[in-house]
T-cell receptor, first 110, second 110 residues
């Protein structure tokens, strides 16, 4: 079983839509969770950490559900510039091994 | 500016040759990583290092070697034993806030 699993998509949404991605993880002892954004042929960039109480950064909201072992990312009022692949990242034990999901592709269309 | 620098950006290798990819960071991070990404796929961990003069195999270490003689540097050698080396290679370093990536090296075997 993979450490981290994501729906590959693509999610095709119109501008202004709200879209949500989920990501499941297998290790219940996982400590840290993150969302990364990766543009085509570029390196992944940290979008936001995911805190136990949930957290928000502008149009982006991240949630953690430890009981069901998943994290989510909600994007409100989608922009064309949000088109990218979103990677879920889990750190199972400490900060020495980050596991990446294979990513969910988002296409925001005019 | 602090960051992670990978070089070269593009690298072409003949079959049977070893090549070394450079990764340097000035973020004062202890942990460093090498990932491989194939088209349309997620990131797979090759090697990681928690501290100078110590490194651990990741999930796909066969055909690769690393060294960590300085905190700032974590070069990756792709050996001739790696049967399918054409890929996008990403170096990262980490702290509690997450992992941060260099711009990557695209290796092509010709």
């Amino acid at each position: 079983r993979k450490e981290v699993e994501q729906d590959p998509g693509p999610f095709n949404v119109p501008e202004g839509a709200t879209v949500a991605f989920n990501c499941t993880y297998s290790n219940s002892a996982s400590q840290s969770f993150f969302w990364y954004r990766q543009d085509c042929r570029k390196e992944p960039k940290l979008l936001m950490s995911v805190y136990s109480s949930g957290n928000e950064d502008g149009r982006f909201t991240a949630q953690l559900n430890r009981a069901s072992q998943y994290i989510s990312l909600l994007i409100r009022d989608s922009k064309l510039s949000d088109s990218a692949t979103y990677l879920c990242v889990v750190n199972p034990y400490n900060f020495n091994k980050f596991y990446f999901g294979s990513g969910t592709k988002l296409n925001v269309k005019p | 500016d602090g960051g992670i620098t990978q070089s070269p950006k593009y690298l072409f290798r003949k079959e049977g040759q070893n090549v070394t990819l450079s990764c340097e960071q000035n973020l004062n991070h202890d942990a460093m990583y090498w990932y491989r990404q194939d088209p349309g796929q997620g990131l797979r961990l090759i090697y990681y290092s928690q501290i100078v003069n110590d490194f651990q195999k990741g999930d796909i270490a066969e055909g690769y070697s690393v060294s960590r003689e300085k905190k700032e540097s974590f070069p990756l050698t792709v050996t001739s034993a790696q049967k399918n080396p054409t890929a996008f290679y990403l170096c990262a370093s980490s702290m509690a806030r997450g992992a941060f990536f260099g711009q990557g090296t695209r290796l092509t075997v010709v």
